[in-house]
């Protein structure tokens, strides 16, 4: 992979593992569009695609992906589920978890820290078990639960901070900076071509591409990785066009419909939602809107009321999902005519690791 800041262009260090920019404190993103390489079938999991990873590195694979793609009849017309719920960790982070725990790895890290209660969290201390990678996971002392208990699970040190979420963000940083390795989900780009596999698999599994997809957004790392997914395959000419690409957000949290509809996203509250996977503000805020925009797609928001029933319907369709990934459904009932089949709708994460 090459990495450079977005900022001022330099380079991400061979050895080193920064989570910014030394020289600007900017943020590292891909230099180059990804490309889409041939299938290497005797690789486990998405490690297949390999050959558009660009990563010199063995893999730390845990069987990711290879999820499911189930088609369902609902509001009149056949819709597919992407069942992200289905890798190891119980959410589509494991696809981004194993390259970037291998990229460490192969730059010989031996402890790393990360500041996620929720997905991001458990599926970091996954791999970094699996890679035999010393993991520390900074959390607020409120955080609870199913993730908080699978993150302990997996062996990581659990760093429990007072105060907000904020808090604990601050604590990593300041970890960071004293030279512990972070291996953020966020900060970091390794995760992105992990992401894109996801969008590899879809047009594989329909044998043609998707007319839209719909997925949460949150920090908008699997919409970003979908996007430039799709882009390489038709760069590649596997596609001929990329789909729409819907990205949903909770009303009560919604930076990226702001910034997409308005072009701003300062003053957004930050109220708290059933659907906590896609609370906060997004780092590369841009790039997501830029990339959905490109696709012809557009940012929509579910009000509180309907994400918990949303949850419900699926759950007795056989999809048993956290309220998170349930923003899927409500944003098909009010968009679903002007989506152009076949729709994908991606299910991201499980509902076994929800207490509501
Ligand atoms: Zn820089």
């Keep these: 992979m090459k990495i450079a800041c977005v900022n001022c262009g330099q380079k991400y260090p061979e050895k080193e593992t920064p989570y910014k920019c030394p020289n600007c404190g900017g943020l590292f993103d891909l230099v180059e569009p990804l490309k889409f390489g041939s299938i290497d079938s005797s690789k486990p999991g998405i490690w297949r695609y390999a050959s558009s990873f660009d ?3 063995q893999a730390v694979s845990l069987g990711e992906g290879n999820t499911p793609l189930i088609p ?7 819709i597919f589920l992407k069942c992200e719920y289905s890798n190891p960790s119980g959410s589509f982070k494991d696809r981004g978890s194993t390259t970037l725990v291998s990229a460490m790895k192969a730059r010989g890290v031996t402890e790393a820290i990360e500041d996620s209660s929720g997905n991001a969290g458990a599926s970091f201390a996954a791999y970094a078990a699996r890679a035999g ?19 302990e699970m997996y062996g990581a040190e659990l760093v429990r901070v007072p105060g907000p979420r904020a808090n604990a963000a601050e604590a990593v940083r300041k970890a960071a900076e004293s030279g512990e390795v972070y291996a953020s989900h966020a900060y970091l780009p390794f995760n992105i071509p992990g992401y894109a596999t996801c969008a590899y ?5 329909l044998g043609r591409a998707p007319g839209a997809v719909i997925l949460p957004a949150g920090q908008g790392g699997l919409l970003l990785g979908m996007g430039r997914g799709f ?10 066009a990329v789909p729409m690409l819907l990205g949903v957000q909770a009303r009560e949290c919604q930076p990226l419909t702001e910034l997409f509809k308005t072009g ?10 059933a659907a906590e996977g ?5 780092l590369r805020a841009q790039a997501v809107v830029e990339i959905t925009r490109r696709s012809g797609g557009r940012f929509t928001s579910v009000d509180e009321p309907y994400i918990l029933p949303g949850r419900d319907v699926l759950a007795h369709l056989g999809f048993y999902v956290e309220p998170t990934s349930a923003l899927v459904w409500r944003a098909l009932e009010e968009n679903i005519f002007s989506v152009p089949d076949p729709v994908v709708a991606v299910l991201t994460g499980s509902g076994l690791k929800s207490l509501i």
């Design 201 to 205: 698999e879809i047009v594989e599994q």
């Design 264 to 273: 701003t996203m300062e003053n957004v509250p930050d109220n708290q939602t």
């Design 231 to 240: 882009e390489a395959m038709l760069n590649a000419n596997v596609i001929d």
């Design 278 to 282: 896609v609370r906060g503000r997004s």
């Design 133 to 151: 990678i010393r993991s520390k996971v900074f959390v607020p002392e409120s955080a609870s639960g199913p993730k908080r208990q699978q993150i």
């Design 72 to 78: 369902v009849n609902i509001f009149g017309r056949e």
């Design 55 to 57: 990563l010199e590195a």
